[in-house]
């Protein structure tokens, strides 16, 4: 499973987009990039997935650059209520279906 | 929109006694795990469970640790005799057929073991 690197933490003010970039060096072929956000004492909650170029839901969009071996989460106009951590994960369902976490970024957005 | 459910959202117990939580799937999952997160640290895998066995485990996953899914909608976790380092957020989360990592989660149980 490909390790991912992403900033401990971030400060934003509301109304800002927001952009959380992750590093993922030994991305494989068949994997896919998964965000996920959790909230203080909730489950984490998926937000976003893609394979390459350029993903968007009504959350989020995932930029995804050529070599695969970055990407980045985009929030658009964040508010008060995006204050979470963001966990970038990467991975296939294949046989290994958990998914490993690093520590994610921790959004505070001020207002 | 359906959800994942778990109860107890908080449970207390003495080290050495048995815990059950248990877990209520979205109904059209086919893959079914548990996790933990202990406070302030990483969500770390336990379980992976498909077709009514283990699929993977984790070597957090000892023999203290089991899973079963007794009738086909309940999935439980069961801790025989517990220790003060179990004591966590534990998150049931399940998943379709299609795979590649959206995997839904429930609220939590806190477990507290004193």
């Known amino acids: 499973l490909a390790k991912t690197t992403q900033p401990i933490s971030m400060d934003s003010y509301e109304g800002q987009e927001v952009n959380i970039t992750c590093s993922h060096n030994n991305i494989a072929t068949n994997d896919y990039i998964t965000w996920y956000q959790q909230f203080p004492s909730q489950g984490p909650r998926f937000i976003i997935q893609?394979?390459?170029?350029?993903v968007t839901n009504e959350v989020a969009s995932l930029f995804i650059p050529a070599d695969r071996k970055s990407s980045t989460l985009s929030l658009p106009r964040v508010s008060l209520s995006d204050t979470a951590v963001y966990y970038c994960l990467v991975g296939n369902a294949g046989n290994n279906r958990k998914l490993i976490w690093g520590l994610g970024t921790s959004l505070a957005v001020n207002p | 929109e359906p959800e994942v459910t778990q109860t107890p959202s908080h449970q207390v117990t003495q080290m050495g006694q048995e815990v059950i939580l248990r877990c209520v799937p979205i109904?059209?999952?086919?893959?079914f795990y548990w996790y933990r997160q202990i406070l302030g640290q990483k969500v770390e895998f336990l379980v992976s469970?498909?077709?009514?066995?283990?699929?993977?485990k984790s070597e957090i996953f000892d023999d203290q640790f089991s899973v079963e899914r007794p009738d086909g909608s309940n999935f439980t976790l069961k801790i025989r005799s517990t220790k003060l380092e179990d004591s966590a957020m534990y998150f049931c989360?399940?998943?379709?057929?299609?795979?590649?990592?959206?995997?839904?989660f429930g609220p939590g149980t806190r477990l507290t073991v004193l």
């Open positions: 893609g394979y390459k170029t350029k």
């Open positions: 109904s059209n999952h086919l893959y």
């Open positions: 989360a399940g998943d379709r057929d299609r795979g590649q990592g959206e995997q839904f």
């Open positions: 469970f498909y077709n009514n066995e283990i699929s993977e």
